[in-house]
Every structure is written in structure tokens, then in C-alpha cells.
């Protein structure tokens, strides 16, 4: 399709805006002044309309397709929360105004849906108080990493490391390291846990914190990580939770009560938010007890009267960690959800959540190499182990399985299982889909043996083919340049 | 309601299939000591009830007052066709592009989207967003602390302090050092910058136009932050790009800022838009997603996910940055809004905002008492001297139905009687006039 830039006409114009109904007064100098106007497309409203209608139609989405993206949790998304998150008195808040004197009044309503989230989120996951305010799941990361690092400043500790299994998320490392910790990475042991021998032997008074994925990535949960909790805490070290997959465990477990006490969550997984195509998305941090006075400010209060307000003297707080109270518009759609399912609601999310991704695993380990053969828990890992002798690789049979309607499940993750295809259905699916899914699955894995090259050929059903990755990273074009 | 598809019957032919007996089998490996303490949640509640409850509180929200407040978040219109766009569910319920042959609508729009963002700001590079203005502004000063191997940042006060406050925030375990240098007269204080440029200095830190609403032009500035080889890095609010010098054009090395007005709506602060553009050959450290154009086995145009190997899918510990979900959706929107406003609009647009400041100056510098700071052109935003305390002018001018500005002194110390006005497109004359009668009223009482 052509570029919005390709479709440009001098002089055509697609805006309305208002008249200048003031004398207009000296212009700026011109030292101040752009010499080159920015090349933005001209169009007709409708040209932009129908580019970008179109261009919609090229992807894949929840509500086209079904979508099983291992650890993203891509559930259906209840088209109420939008109309929610569109009402003008949340939509058109400015984010100062409860920083006016009096101002607090003026955004009562919205100081309630935080309060009030704040509150279901420790519930949910057993901690003692929640901040709202990180962008995104890595960015709650990155807050829970700096609370542990304030704690242990507070206690005169300057730790150095963090212990993170190699089944990891990759942000997990990521934002351990940029927060200044180093990393020491554990293996995983051949029943797909973290191996118990060199994590105590990692374990130290230089350990900061432990940082956990439960289940974990493998889509596994492991039954030893209270005695995980209780090893760190000896060294005075902290317990991190990444709440990724907590999509499988509400009502049957909370973070707190395994000995967590740091907790991020994605509210765009586990609380049914739009992902946008990247973003945005809400990782609200959870803390036990001791944490609390170093959760960022402001902080939203109840006065006794039973308004709300904001507070900011907070001695401990580690600061901003974004400029207001988090992703406001996703935090509310959450809430909504969460408000709509109630106890029994989430509860049964979890649990047909999990029977779907058994019931995955169960029809497909016959196809496919299962690395850890045992009951799974939201999300199972097969391996294309059996299909790379024949040359098919993971990558093949994602792309085969476009051709058939579906977006793949992620592929090469976690790092540690070989040619992985992570699957995650969700509870939002019916079982026509999930049947039509598996077989679409089983026979990328009888051409793999057939035809191998029919897989090699995928997808040719897309407006697309296979494109040249290699191109793209090494005659780098990132940007649409006028010919002219 | 909780959106599950299967029926009984289809549940119990599914834990056959497992070889299980019911769900709770499943859970099994968790031990009963590590059940859940408490679970104390309401329990559901139907579609309709959950909105009137939410919108009742959505009401005891004031959004009807008249809005002269900024401060680096503006009430700019949205053109209907944006929410339209942005609302096509084939956009929003997808997820991050992994996929190029079923993702090809994201892609190309991410493409185009990093077109507008080095266009607005004139530099070479941009990616698939950041959060917001703020978390921008921390990557840039990262990445000039990799880039220069240095670990001194000057930072001018008229930077937001909401973005100096992350900056901090951020870098409190990294040992970094920042200098901040004060503003006078309205403007960033060269002599004071240049006394603590030397060769130890990661980059210099400015914003245009800066908090006070002041603009600049950092020419001089950024050329000596280059002869000491560090990096000129700005934060700059999109809409006064129709008009102000880009960054490009002043030097910078990195431009950053926030999206919102880009045709987002203000939210409560949220979900945002951070963007990035820098210099081509610092490109490898600019951290998060970045969308490249190739070709297919049959030679056609497409798009790809390139340059991965920075991030921290790939690179874990070793990334640029944890970055992983960006805003997407926003910056969508942001392609939306400036496509159609187009090349000629969008200039119309900064026209708008710059002539109604300059009528509002003009109209409230005639109520008694009441001083325009002049010292340095603005934008769409300036600084008034108020002859009573701010905050308290504020108050009483809530009643009048206006949000009538941020009081400074909230944020800088010593200026308690400085309000900060912000004037957009959406603004009338009448609204103008009205505003400067209620202030004078404000004062009197």
C-alpha cells in the first residue's frame, strides 16, 4: 500500500480549524522561527480516513483472529470499557487540577477509581498497598527494582546483585541492570524449575532480590517457591514477583501470601485492556508491608470526611516514576473489567484459562515435543525439535499458521527450550476455535514431514511474503524521504 | 459477566481429553498452605450497572470549567476522525508487530509515524514511541551518558520539574551528577551553563519553549556543548513546532517530548506519548522499537521490526533499555492528527495558539495590578505577576468556571504570586475577555 506521504498533493487539505477571531498581533522574530516547514501529507479527510481503514485490514487482531501469544494474555477485550474510558468527565481531566488549591474537588470521581483500584489489586495479589502510577509492565519493573534498592539504602545496605532464572522475560534483566544491579542468571533443572542447588549457592548477603516469573515462563508453577521465599528472605534479600502470567492463578494463589513482596502486573493481560498494536499498557507495583513508604508519590488518600485527595509528603518515596497517576485511561478500562467479572468472574477467568491451555497441550504433545511433560498452567511450551529433522523450524510453522487464519504463538521463547512455540489461548476462546487451531497445528506437523517445503513457502494466502530482515537491518530505511 | 465461551458439556469432554477429572485437579500442584489467605472481592456485576456506576463518578469530575492550564499538557481539539481511526478495533485489540506478514497495517503506520516525528523535529531517527515526555527525556539522558562514557548532565530549571523529578528518580542508584542552572529573565542563563560545561559533561538538557512558557533559541548554546564533545539534548512541545526553530535546525543532538497534544485527550494524565528523534549515527543506542522498510521474496515493499538486537528480548541484561510495551496507539493517533492537519494546518494550528496567547497578554495585562512577564517571547503559554498570592486567585477563579492557570510557586520557590496561562486554539475571544474580567474580580474581592 502506498505511504500517507505518497499520496500527498500540494495544496490539498484535509483540517478544520476555527477562524482567528483576534486582531492578530506582531509576529515571533525570526530567530525563533522554523526556516523549513515540516513535510507533513496533504490530503482530503477522506484520503486519511480510507488509508488508514485500510491499513487495519492488514493486521491480524483479538477480534479478527485468534491470537495465542505465549505471556501476552491477548484475551478478548469487553467493548464497554472503551465507551468507559471515552465519558468526558474522565476523558477530558486535566492531570493538574487536583495539584490547584481546592483542586482536589474537581477530580473527586477519578480519585475514587484509583482509590478504589488500588485497594482490588492488593486483594487480588495479597500485598499491603499498590501504586498505580508505572506506564507498562517493564516499567513497573524498574519502580519495583528501585523500591528494593531504596529499602535496602534505608537499612544502610548497598546490595549489588539481582538473581534471575534464565527462563526470565528479558525484561527482567534488562530492568535490574539498568536500575545498577548486576545479574546473576540461574539455569533451570530438567523438571523445568529454577535449579534449587545453584540458587543457593548464588544466594548472598550481596542478593538484593530474587526475581520470579510464577508460574514461570514454561508456563509451569513451582510448588518449591515458598522455600525460594524463605531462602532470600534469610539473606535479607527481597522476593520480586513479574505478574505476566498472574492470568493463571486468581483466586488460587496470591503473590503476597507466597512470600512476595514486590509485584508488578499488566493490567493489558491479566485485566483485559486493549494492547493498542504495542501499547498503551498499565503495571501497577504492589508491596508488602515494609515497602511501603517508598512507593512513589502522589499518593491517593481518603480523608476522613471521605474525599479524596493527594499526597505528596512522603519523606521515603523514591519520587515520579511517571508525571501523574499512571496510564489513567487503561487503569479505568481495568477496573471496569474487574468490577465485571467480581470474585467468582476472575476466578473462573483463571481456571478456563488453564483447561484451555491443557486441553492444548493435551492434543498436540502426541505432534510436538513437550519439554516438561507435566499439567501446565495458563500457557504450554512445545519444542519443533521433532520438525527441525526435516528441516521445518519453529518459524515455519508460525508462518504456515498465518496462512490458516491464526496468529502464531511466540516463537523462540523462553530461550531455553529449542525452537519453542509458546502458546497461550486464554478463557475468552471457544473450543470450535481452539479444535480448528490444534488441527491447523497438527498439520503443519504432518507437512512438515510430507512436504516440508510447503512450510518453507508460508505463509501465501498474506498480502505480504516472507520479507528480507537482513535488508532491513542493514540498508537501513526508517523513514519515508521525498524523492524531490 | 466473564466473557467465557465453554459450556459445561464442552468443559467436561476437554478434562477428558486432559485425563483429569475436574478443573481443581489442574491446580493441584499448588499446595493447600499456599492457597490464598483471603480473596475478599465484590462479586460481579452486569454490564449496564458497572457503566452507571462509573459514569455517575465520571460526573463528579469538573469538566466543564474553561481551561488555562498547561504546563506541558494542553486541551487542543481532536478532530472526530481521529477517535474513528483509532477506534478500529483492528488497530487497538492487536499487539506489538512480531509477526510482519499479518501485521503489515501496524508496521507501515509506525513507519510513517517515525516520518513525523523527524519531520517535526527536523532530526534523522525516531522509533515506535516511548511512554511519555518524561521517560523520553531519562532515555535521552542515558543514552548520552553511553554515548559520551560521561556522567555529568547539566539540566536548565526551566525543564519541567516534573521531568527533572523523574530524571532523578531514575538515576538515584547511578551515580550520576546533575548540575541545574537557573533561568533568568525568562530565559536559560548561558553564563551559568557554560561555568559548568566541561570535558566530564554528558549532555545539556533544555526545554522549548521552557516551563515558564519562555521560547529560545539554543543555537549558541548547543555549539558549545559541541566543542566539549557532549551531547545537546531537548525537550519540546510538539504543537509550537508549526512555528519555533526545530531542533534540527538549532543543532540537537536529541529531541524528545511529550505527544498528548498530538490528539490525544488529556486523560488525567494518561495513556501519553513519548517520542524520540536523534542524529543517525547515535541511532544504536536509541533504545525501543523501531520499524525498517524492506522487501519480500517477489521484490514488494513491507515493513519489519529491525535493529532488534539492542533490546532486551534479545540483549537482555546488555539491552539499550527494558522497554517493551511502548504506546502504539497513541502515536497513531499522533499520525492521524498531524495527517490531517496537514503541511499547511498544522502550521495554522501553531498560528492559532501563538495569536491568542499574544490576545490574552494583550487583554490581561490591561486588569489592575496585573503584570505580563515580557522579557522573553512565549508561545502559547506565559507567565503573569499576580499581586496576590496565585493559588489563592486560583481558588476564586474556579468558582468563576475557569481553570485559570498553574500557580509557580508550586513548583519554583519564590514565586508564589506567578500563575502560568496557557491559551490554545479552543479558546474565544469571549472566553479571553471574560477570563481577564473574572481575574480582575478574582483581585478585587
Redesign the interface.
Known sequence: ?Q???EK?RPG???????Q???????C??E?????????????S?LD??R???????????????F?P?GS?T?????K?T????????????????P?????G??????L??LYNMER?LS??T?MAAFTLQP?????G??TGV?LI??YHKANGEKRKHIIIPDSS???N????????YT?VVIPTDSEGALDMALYKKALNSETAAVMLTCPDTLG??N?K??EIADLAHGVGALMYYDGANLNA?M????PG??GFDVVHL?L?KTF?T????????A?PVGVSEKLVDFL?ISRVIRRPDGTFALDYHKRKS?????????????I?KA??Y????????????S??A???A??C???LKDHYVVGYD??CMHECVLSAARQLEHGVHALDI??YL?DQGF??P?IY?PMIVKEALMIEPT?????ETLDAFIEAMICAAQLSESDPDALHRA?SQ????????T???R??????ISKK | MNYIAHTEIEKKEMLKVIGVSSVEELFKCIPSNLRPKSFNLPEGKSEFEVFEYLKLLANQNATQLTNFVGGGFYDHYIPAAVDALASRSEFYTAYTPYQPECSQGWLQAIYEYQTIICELTGLDVSNASLYDGGTALYEAAMMAVRLTGRKKIIVDSGVSLIYRTMLYAYTSNLAIEFVETPVVHGQSCREDIYKHLDAKTAAVIVQNPNFFGAVDDFSDIVERVHTFGALAVASVYPVSLGMLKSPQEMGFDIATGEGQSLGLPLSFGGPYLGFIAVKKEHLRQMPGRIVGATVDKDNKRGFVLTLQAREQHIRRERATSNICSNEALCALRALIYTSLLGKTGFQELARLNYQKAEFAKATLEKVKGVKVKRSAPTFNEFTLELPKNADEVVLRMISKGFAGGFPLGRFYKGLDNYLLVAVTEKRTKEEIVHFANSLEAALCS
Not at chain 1, 490539498?12 to 476555527?18: K, Y
Not at chain 1, 495539584?99 to 483542586?103: D, K
Not at chain 1, 534483566?173 to 545498577?180: L, T, W
Request: proline residues 7%.
Open positions: 500500500m505511504l500517507i506521504f500527498s490539498r487539505l484535509g483540517f478544520s480549524l476555527p482567528l477571531d483576534v486582531l492578530p498581533a506582531v515571533l522574530p530567530k525563533y522561527c522554523r526556516q523549513t516547514a515540516a513535510q507533513l501529507p496533504e490530503v479527510e486519511v480516513v488509508h488508514f481503514s485500510n491499513l487495519s485490514r492488514l493486521n491480524f487482531s483479538v477480534d479478527t483472529n491470537y501469544l501476552c491477548m484475551k478478548y477485550n469487553p464497554f472503551e465507551k468507559v474510558a471515552a465519558l468526558s468527565g474522565f476523558s477530558d481531566l486535566h492531570p493538574l487540577l495539584q490547584l488549591w481546592g483542586g474537588m474537581l477530580a473527586q470521581g477519578s475514587e477509581v482490588l486483594e487480588i495479597g506506564l507498562a509492565g517493564a516499567h519493573e524498574l528501585m534498592a531504596a522475560h528479558g525484561t534483566p534488562a530492568s535490574a541492570a539498568i536500575a545498577g545479574v509451569l508453577f510448588p517457591i515458598k492463578i483466586g488460587k494463589c496470591r501470601d507466597l499488566n493489558h483485559a486493549p494492547h493498542g498494536g504495542g501499547g498503551p499498557g503495571g512513589p523514591i519520587g515520579y516514576i511517571a508525571p501523574f497517576y499512571g496510564n489513567f485511561g487503561v479505568l477496573y471496569a474487574i468490577l465485571a467479572l467480581g470474585k467468582s468472574g476472575l476466578m473462573e477467568a481456571e478456563n488453564v483447561l484451555s491443557n486441553y497441550l493435551a492434543r507435566r499439567i508460525a508462518k498465518i496468529h502464531p511466540t521463547f478463557e475468552t476462546e471457544n473450543k505463509p498474506m498480502p505480504i511474503k516472507r520479507l528480507d530482515e535488508k532491513a537491518a540498508q537501513l530505511d526508517l523513514r519515508w
